[in-house]
């Protein structure tokens, strides 16, 4: 038996092609399946356990979904709801999910996957390190504000297997929301887990990728993948190289309970839109493992940004900059009292190097230059004060101590822009579980 | 000599999750991809930044006339030093290198 995947968009968020969508809703698909979210956008969306996007844009995107499900009869699932897949982002987007319902007049029986764990729980078990994971002891672990497991097929299918029509789920792999139906009726594994790796960013794996909307058939030897916008092509070469895309390794893909190699995969144009793949290997695991994700508060921030339009200070930024780091941190000392390891300040040249830092290896003349001054204190307050202190420095700073006292342009007043805590990720490890359940929840509404 | 942006299609930086980075060279056709190949050593990648090669893996993926290295990212993504949210801002480091 073959399973259709219909895949709107790379994710909730980026929006979709409606007419493409409907044509796919026409092809009859056994499952509608789209990502939530990624740790692309940094570590605060876990730190805090909120969304990326505007609940009323996520509102009306998830709309369309919940009518293109109606209209095919199968379920809808959604990985990784709300950026980062903690609880409070699954709660967030099952209630806009009710408000669709009510506006719509509809009914639904919805599952919710829950993936947030317990730091305390997570510091007490035995963890193995991924490949550049940073150190962790106990006490990290337990300061992360937000702590998730990356669920697998497995997960899903248990929430499938309730049949819901709806299944919000926290922090997923990417894949595991395309793999779990196919995997279930028995489709071929590497297949699977290869086309879902395929489907995951939507029509990034075709021409016109912004379209969004693809269909992945699977059945038990291999694969099919079809964009469905106007004019979209899958090719051999568009769908090979979507194996490149944020993997560090091309061929292979760790998942909970295994691997997927795709070294002897072949790709084949089966017409001028559609490609045909086979020979994916999926591989299993002596141990089910699942990765996790973590974020703690790494300090609270205030920032300024001064310009320079004067030529002479434009030539010697850096220097202004040194000259200003070392006046600022002697005056917090002989003022504050902190001690200097409790805080940091930091002045980035915007138009020299503040992309690539020391890493560098151009010079320019610029016309103008930015300075982002960026502290970061054990609390607000305290950064907010480094940076009142860091203010007179950016604002009259002179080079020599004889000119004119010199003044310099500030987009903004107040000058200091207090960011709030700043969020670092501390987690890149596996923990086994005996039962793929193990670490989370499921919870089944009618509405 | 000539960049490799000269010879190439395109270089392209991402993140690979929060602590890898990877960077693609679409190289466009067999005779770039040839002269990426020979020309770009991944001791010349490991200088640029600041690493070792055998921090480096490196895929030369003949049939999409790709090279793609990939490596612990510079800095982690969204800590402190951290520049760059999305790591983009690295290709242009490969991009501008002279080659022969």
Known sequence: MGTRILIPSGALGLGYDKAALERAVAEKPDLIAIDGGSTDSGPSYLGRGVSKYATESTKIEWQGLIEARAAAGCPLVIGTAGTCGTDSTVDWLYDITLEILSDLGQSAKIARVYSEQDPAKIAQTPLSPLSAAPDVDADTIQNCTHIVALAGAEQIQTALDTGAEIIIAGRTTDTAIIAALPLQNGNHAGAAWHGAKIGECGALCATNPQSGVILVDFDDTGFTVTPMADGAKATPHTVSAHMLYENSDPFILFEPGGHLDVTQATYTAIDDVAVRVTGSQWVPSDTYTVKLEGAQIAGYQTILMALLRDAHYVANAQIWCDDIMAKHASKVADRLGLDAATWHAELRIIGQNANLGTLEQRTSDATELGVLAILTAPDQATANTLGKMMNPYLLHHPLTQEEEQPTFAFPFSPAEIDRGAAYEFVLHHVMALADPMDAFRLVVTDV | ?100
């Open chain 2, 1 to 100: 000599m000539s960049s490799v942006a000269q010879i190439v299609q395109k270089v392209r930086s991402k993140n690979a999750g929060p602590f890898w980075l990877t960077i693609d060279i679409f190289c466009g056709s067999p005779a770039a991809y040839a002269q990426i190949v020979q020309g770009l050593s991944t001791d010349r990648v490991a200088t640029l930044f600041r690493t070792t090669p055998d921090e480096i893996k490196r895929f030369d993926i003949k049939d999409l006339n790709v090279v793609k290295f990939s490596l612990p990212r510079p800095t982690i993504q969204g800590s402190r030093t951290d520049r760059d949210m999305h790591g983009a801002g690295w290709a242009p480091l490969i991009a501008e290198l002279e080659i022969n």
